[in-house]
């Protein structure tokens, strides 16, 4: 049974000068700002589509991930991982790098980047973005 997920943004303004907020079904977190200056050149207090983009992708690895080192037989105590996408003007987004540092009992490094490297071909958030460039880094902690 599909599930559809859900968020709002509303934008005031031209690209360059407008502004707006982004906000999410799910839940009571109110909104987050959005603007152009933020996405063009980088901010610690305003969100971008990126920053939505690598959460989205973060949040999906770790879960297929997870899912394949539990099918492998070595579930993991812990799944930390970052996701940094990249947006350049005039182009658009060029990349995700993902970098995810794990605890798995009784997995060698190497049977652990297969896994990894099969999660981030599986991951369904890695296949809508099929069109960028997605490299990985795994280790174990």
Do not use: Y
């Amino acid at each position: 049974m599909p599930v559809t997920s859900e968020a709002n943004s509303t934008w005031t303004g031209s690209l360059t000068e407008g502004s707006g907020t982004v906000a999410f079904a799910s839940s009571n977190l109110g909104t987050f700002p959005i603007d152009w200056k933020a996405r063009s050149e980088g901010s610690s207090t305003t969100t971008t589509p990126e920053e939505l983009i690598a959460a989205a992708h973060s949040a999906c690895f770790s879960m297929a991930l997870s899912h394949a080192l539990a099918e492998n037989g070595t579930p993991p105590e812990r799944v930390n991982t970052s996701a940094s996408v990249t947006f350049k003007p005039g182009t658009g987004i060029t990349g995700s790098h993902l970098n995810v540092n794990a605890v798995v009992p009784g997995l060698t490094p190497e049977k652990f980047q297969e896994i990894a490297d099969g999660a981030k071909t599986g991951c369904p958030v890695s296949q809508a973005l099929a069109g960028i460039e997605i490299t990985l880094e795994a280790t174990l902690a």
